[in-house]
């Protein structure tokens, strides 16, 4: 029966395929990790900056973490395609900060951080779900069990900071924005996390041998996924509540397990 357990599980047992899967995730991770860092330089807000770079430092940590899972099986970090990069597509769509502006030395404006913060509550609520997933799948394994448990309660921190930013932004007068703003991030998002699944599970076809009956009924499922997102899922991406995880990015970012540093 094809499920996401056994599609992801496969993945995991094949040399190949697992490379590709760990330097996809490792690459994206290691981008928001500068994303945030440089962020948190530019932002004048002497509250905010530090959550910030507390965001960063769990990304660059989840990019070692994904490395570390490749050198415990033997493996090297493989050239992601082009295709498969989520992060750089999203920004070509004109979705968060561009790397451009993130390189001047220009303090970011209020507009700027709101835009920050939009991008981050879509994409760390996909980074979540899909976190989750893993952990259903993975959580209970030797290896990765640990490292997945790790990244997906990280994120959930994420999300949590990301939902209370805004509530306090929306506080003061914007609301508007960041509901327009969400609703454009959402829009474009699930149109590039459609093409980026689409391009991950071709690449992981041909190094898994996939037949055309199997592939075809992946491709349907992402796209039923995706109609689904277009007719309203998208919903839970715009929408926003207090977190019970308060002040989740406060303090320093946890040690990570020396196996993983």
């Not at 997933?133 to 490292?147: C, Q």
């Not at 715009?238 to 993983?260: C, I, K």
């Amino acid at each position: 029966m094809l499920s996401p357990g056994s599609l992801f599980r496969e993945i995991h047992d094949n040399d190949e395929s697992f490379a590709l899967f760990c330097s996809i995730a490792a690459k994206g991770e290691s981008q928001g990790g500068w994303e945030n860092g440089r962020i948190s330089a530019l932002v004048a807000d002497a509250e905010l900056a530090p959550k910030i770079a507390r965001h960063g430092a769990d990304e660059d940590k989840h990019g070692r973490i994904f490395n570390a899972l490749l050198r415990k099986r033997g493996l090297r970090p493989v050239e992601v395609p082009d295709d498969t990069d989520y992060t750089m597509r999203l920004e070509r769509q004109g979705i968060g900060l561009a790397h451009a502006r993130l390189r001047r030395d220009e303090p970011l404006t209020d507009r700027d951080v709101l835009h920050y913060l939009a991008h981050s509550r879509v994409t760390e609520q996909r980074a979540s779900e899909e976190m989750r997933l893993l952990r259903r799948v993975f959580g209970d394994h030797p290896e990765v069990g640990r490292a997945v448990k790790m990244i997906s309660n990280d994120e959930d921190n994420h999300l949590a900071f990301c939902h209370e930013e805004l509530l306090r932004l929306a506080s003061r007068g914007h609301g508007r924005e960041i509901l327009a703003t969400l609703r454009r991030t959402a829009r474009a998002e699930i149109v590039v996390y459609r093409d980026v699944s689409l391009a991950v599970m071709a690449h992981m076809g041909r190094i898994l041998g996939w037949g055309e009956p199997k592939a075809t009924m992946l491709v349907a499922a992402i796209r039923a996924t995706y109609a689904y997102e277009l007719a309203g899922g998208r919903r839970r991406m715009t929408t926003l509540r207090m977190p019970v995880r308060r002040n989740a990015l406060g303090g320093p970012s946890p040690a990570v397990d020396p196996e993983f540093a």
